[in-house]
């Protein structure tokens, strides 16, 4: 059974920063491309950045310069760190598979920035 368990957001002040985790198992973590996704309210799940698995990583627009993305293969985990966080970045977090198709979609990471 695939599981994407997120963790590590928060509520944060403008400018201030957060680092999120996911651990993945029941797939081989090794062969896939792991991308971070978010939500906010109201909104459609959107790509924040995606990791490769020979260690290339491409990033939203809006995320260039403030986030990075890496990967622990050995412990099948991906982190989020996140820098300069604007009251915009306010979202529940995902990771997944880089897809369509994708695994089931974990319970996610709620970050909220204020202003």
């Known amino acids: 059974e695939v599981q994407l368990m997120e963790s590590g957001g928060g509520l944060v002040q403008a400018g201030g920063s957060l680092r999120l985790s996911c651990a993945a198992s029941?797939?081989?973590?090794?062969?896939?491309?792991i991308g971070w996704f978010r939500q906010a309210p109201g909104k459609e799940r959107e790509g924040v950045s995606c990791?490769?698995?020979?260690?290339?990583?491409s990033y939203m627009q809006n995320v260039k310069g403030r986030f990075t993305a890496s990967r622990d293969d050995a412990w099948k985990t991906v982190y989020l760190q996140m820098n300069s966080l604007k009251p915009e970045d306010t979202a529940v977090y995902y990771c997944?598979?880089?897809?369509?198709?994708?695994?089931?979609w974990g319970q996610g990471t709620q970050v909220t920035v204020s202003s």
């Open positions: 997944n598979i880089d897809g369509p198709p994708f695994y089931s």
């Open positions: 029941g797939f081989n973590f090794d062969d896939y491309a």
């Open positions: 990791s490769s698995s020979t260690g290339d990583t």
